[in-house]
T-cell receptor, first 113, second 110 residues
Framework: DAGVTQSPTHLIKTRGQQVTLRCSPI?????VSWYQQVLGQGPQFIFQ???????GRGNFPDRFSARQFPNYSSELNVNALLLGDSALYLC????????????FGPGTRLTVL | QKEVEQNSGPLSVPEGAIASLNCTYS??????FFWYRQYSGKSPELIMS??SNGDKEDGRFTAQLNKASQYVSLLIRDSQPSDSATYLC??????????WGAGTKLIIKP
């Protein structure tokens, strides 16, 4: 079975632009979580979706939004990009809600210039 | 503010020795704890989960949990150079979200 997939792998944007990141979970997994990881730090929780509903939101501004589709894939959108948004964006899937055993995709490296 | 604290390291351990990684957490409501390994340039991968006080063993890995002291540890026996990575500790809070530590960088010296 394929693991969690994310696209694109790398992305370069300029300040003020908008970006959409995509994630496909492991087949059968209904929960998707998004994390931001800056070099030298642990992942910071952004969103969790389960069965197409938002189940949790981290301490991120409203410029960040996400959604989950009927096939359980997910998109993370970031508007009005700032230099500080440069990071590795990780998507993780799990079988169900409230599950700490998560499986991560390879991540999307976003650079904002 | 819910926090998970780890020593950033690096922790240098000779090959074949036991590596001991530690983590403390602030949220007494946390009941589930996880250790993830992250190689440089890669994404985290789950190594161990622990839910009850005491020890849980899986191959060369042993996770230890002490809820009274709000302390979690990971022991790696017979350390191998391939164990060199950053180890992330995570606690599930009362909202069922993972709170992550910053990770401990482990270096196994041949």
């Amino acid at each position: 079975d394929a693991g969690v997939t994310q696209s694109p792998t790398h992305l370069i944007k300029t300040r003020g632009q908008q970006v959409t990141l995509r994630c496909s979970p492991i087949s059968g997994h209904k929960s998707v979580s998004w994390y931001q990881q800056v070099l030298g730090q642990g992942p910071q929780f952004i969103f969790q979706y389960y069965e197409k509903e938002e189940r949790g939101r981290g301490n991120f501004p409203d410029r960040f939004s996400a959604r989950q589709f009927p096939n359980y894939s997910s998109e993370l959108n970031v508007n009005a990009l700032l230099l500080g948004d440069s990071a590795l964006y990780l998507c993780a899937s799990s079988l169900a809600d409230a599950v700490g055993e998560q499986f991560f995709g390879p991540g999307t490296r976003l650079t904002v210039l | 503010q819910k926090e998970v604290e780890q020593n950033s390291g690096p922790l240098s351990v000779p090959e074949g020795a036991i590596a001991s990684l530690n983590c403390t957490y602030s949220d007494r409501g946390s009941q589930s704890f996880f250790w993830y390994r992250q190689y440089s340039g890669k994404s985290p991968e789950l190594i161990m989960s622990i839910y009850s006080n005491g020890d849980k063993e899986d191959g060369r890995f042993t996770a230890q949990l002490n809820k009274a002291s709000q302390y979690v540890s990971l022991l790696i026996r017979d350390s191998q150079p391939s164990d060199s990575a950053t180890y992330l500790c995570a606690a599930m809070d009362s909202n069922y979200q993972l709170i992550w530590g910053a990770g401990t960088k482990l270096i196994i010296k041949p």
